[in-house]
């Protein structure tokens, strides 16, 4: 008997078998798993061989779509081809026209880059979720080689129209790798992405709110003692100012990489800035702590030293703070976001330490913020060559931070 479509809908397997097969007619049958899921398959003899050919899956290819699909296979068989071999060359055909689309290059440069040793996870999956929305809807199934400079223009001009102007550099820049990742390849042979510096509207770079000023800095520490939030959020402000990390390090500090007896926080390098190779193979980033830094933990480690962060969230002790609470603490001080926001409190340091603070080379700096340097040496000297100067360093900036907070008129020395 012929199925029907309530055969269909009501078929089910035991849980006892592997499966079970409903059959229709010529060879076509619908196998349905314990689990529920239904697959048509058409059954055919090629060379006196049983095989079969799946057709797609119930509901979404209905009784009658199968059967058109196995009269369609059926012919192919009777003008001599075989349904099977025919849909892997199908495949493979896609395949290769998908290869050299920019979409299909761009998606194999990514998988290169996503692995262990290449980009981070964070910056790996904004370069891909950009290009699927910006990029690849206009030009992804063009061949590489035919994606012209004036084409790409267009794309990243709808960019360019809706204000993203920095989107439309960054998918510039994007667009490029996946070009230069063609010439090496052997899919294209030009980078049109190269020939639109220029065409886009200029970005203009705003730097992150800092309070640059001795006497306004000043002003932010005193608040810091009046504010009346959270203690935890009130501890974690002069923290930050005193240790001038990443704000994502500072809110993700744990009390097993803080050492009181040596001074020293410790922040593995998998929870540094940078690519997966240096998070999983760099060095840890050392950072002296002065005694003011430490008294302040100290005073945290009673409320919080009982977990696993210093400045756990308020809603879960399993997380860390919030990426926002010191930026909201700060807006509650009356600071706008072009006055002081919670990065600001990196370019604070730099700029003091360097204008107020003569004696103080600036690649202790550097590396107490833990930028990358070129050269032979890199980070790695850095971070091992300077300690002693860093901690001291750590420690003149908490004095100086302390006169600051205490009004005294702090005047711009002049180095030797």
């Given at each position: 008997?012929?199925?029907?479509?309530?055969?269909?809908?009501?078929?089910?397997?035991?849980?006892?078998?592997k499966?079970?097969?409903?059959?229709?007619?010529?060879?076509?049958?619908?196998?349905?798993?314990?689990?529920?899921a239904?697959?048509?398959?058409?059954?055919?003899?090629p060379?006196?061989?049983?095989?079969?050919?799946?057709?797609?899956?119930y509901p979404?290819?209905?009784?009658?779509?199968?059967?058109?699909?196995r009269?369609?296979?059926?012919?192919?068989?009777?003008?001599?081809?075989?349904?099977?071999?025919?849909?892997?060359?199908e495949?493979?055909?896609?395949?290769?026209?998908g290869?050299?689309?920019?979409?299909?290059?761009?998606?194999?440069?990514?998988?290169?880059?996503?692995?262990?040793?290449?980009?981070?996870?964070?910056?790996?999956?904004?370069?891909?979720?950009?290009?699927?929305?910006?990029?690849?809807?206009?030009?992804?199934?063009?061949?590489?080689?035919?994606?012209?400079?004036?084409?790409?223009?267009?794309?990243?001009?709808?960019?360019?129209?809706?204000?993203?102007?920095?989107?439309?550099h960054?998918?510039?820049?994007?667009?490029?790798?996946?070009f230069?990742?063609?010439?090496?390849?052997?899919?294209c042979?030009?980078?049109?992405?190269?020939?639109?510096?220029?065409?886009?509207?200029?970005f203009?770079?705003?730097h992150?709110?800092?309070?640059?000023?001795?006497?306004?800095?000043?002003g932010?520490?005193?608040?810091?003692?009046?504010?009346?939030?959270?203690?935890?959020?009130?501890?974690?402000?002069?923290l930050?100012?005193?240790?001038?990390?990443?704000?994502?390090?500072?809110?993700?500090?744990?009390?097993s990489?803080?050492?009181?007896?040596?001074?020293?926080?410790?922040i593995?390098?998998?929870?540094?800035?940078?690519?997966?190779?240096?998070?999983?193979?760099?060095?840890p980033?050392i950072?002296?702590?002065?005694?003011?830094?430490?008294?302040?933990?100290?005073?945290?480690?009673?409320?919080?030293?009982?977990?696993?962060?210093?400045?756990?969230?308020?809603r879960?002790?399993?997380?860390?703070?919030?990426a926002?609470?010191?930026?909201a603490a700060?807006?509650?001080?009356?600071?706008?976001?072009?006055?002081?926001?919670?990065?600001?409190?990196?370019?604070?340091?730099?700029?003091?330490?360097?204008?107020?603070?003569p004696g103080?080379?600036e690649?202790?700096?550097?590396?107490?913020?833990?930028?990358?340097?070129s050269?032979?040496?890199?980070?790695?000297?850095?971070?091992a060559?300077?300690m002693?100067?860093?901690?001291?360093?750590?420690?003149?900036?908490?004095n100086?931070?302390?006169?600051?907070?205490?009004?005294?008129?702090?005047?711009?020395?002049?180095?030797?």
């Amino acid at each position: 008997m012929l199925l029907t479509d309530a055969d269909c809908k009501n078929a089910t397997c035991p849980p006892d078998l592997k499966r079970r097969r409903l059959t229709d007619a010529a060879g076509l049958y619908l196998e349905v798993s314990p689990a529920g899921a239904k697959r048509w398959f058409w059954k055919f003899y090629p060379d006196g061989k049983e095989s079969r050919l799946a057709l797609g899956s119930y509901p979404e290819v209905t009784l009658k779509a199968a059967r058109v699909a196995r009269d369609d296979a059926r012919k192919a068989k009777a003008d001599g081809t075989n349904p099977v071999q025919k849909r892997r060359a199908e495949k493979a055909a896609k395949a290769a026209a998908g290869a050299i689309t920019f979409e299909g290059v761009a998606r194999e440069l990514h998988a290169s880059k996503a692995t262990a040793d290449g980009w981070g996870v964070h910056h790996s999956a904004q370069w891909l979720r950009c290009l699927e929305k910006d990029v690849f809807p206009w030009l992804g199934s063009l061949p590489l080689a035919d994606v012209s400079a004036p084409l790409l223009l267009a794309a990243l001009r709808r960019v360019e129209a809706r204000g993203s102007i920095r989107m439309a550099h960054d998918l510039r820049e994007s667009s490029g790798q996946v070009f230069r990742y063609g010439i090496a390849t052997g899919r294209c042979q030009s980078d049109p992405a190269s020939d639109l510096r220029g065409a886009l509207r200029p970005f203009v770079v705003k730097h992150m709110g800092a309070l640059l000023d001795p006497i306004q800095a000043g002003g932010m520490l005193r608040a810091f003692d009046s504010y009346a939030g959270h203690p935890i959020t009130r501890a974690a402000l002069p923290l930050s100012a005193l240790l001038f990390q990443r704000p994502g390090n500072i809110r993700a500090m744990e009390w097993s990489d803080v050492d009181a007896d040596l001074a020293v926080w410790t922040i593995p390098s998998r929870e540094m800035k940078g690519t997966k190779y240096r998070k999983a193979n760099g060095r840890p980033h050392i950072v002296p702590l002065a005694p003011q830094a430490l008294a302040i933990l100290a005073d945290l480690r009673p409320l919080t030293g009982d977990g696993k962060y210093v400045f756990p969230s308020q809603r879960s002790e399993a997380r860390c703070m919030s990426a926002n609470t010191i930026t909201a603490a700060l807006r509650r001080m009356g600071y706008s976001n072009d006055e002081m926001t919670a990065h600001g409190f990196r370019a604070m340091a730099r700029t003091l330490i360097i204008e107020r603070l003569p004696g103080i080379p600036e690649g202790v700096i550097e590396a107490q913020l833990a930028h990358g340097k070129s050269g032979p040496l890199g980070m790695a000297y850095d971070r091992a060559e300077f300690m002693d100067q860093r901690r001291a360093m750590m420690a003149t900036w908490a004095n100086y931070l302390d006169k600051l907070k205490s009004g005294a008129k702090v005047l711009k020395l002049k180095a030797a």
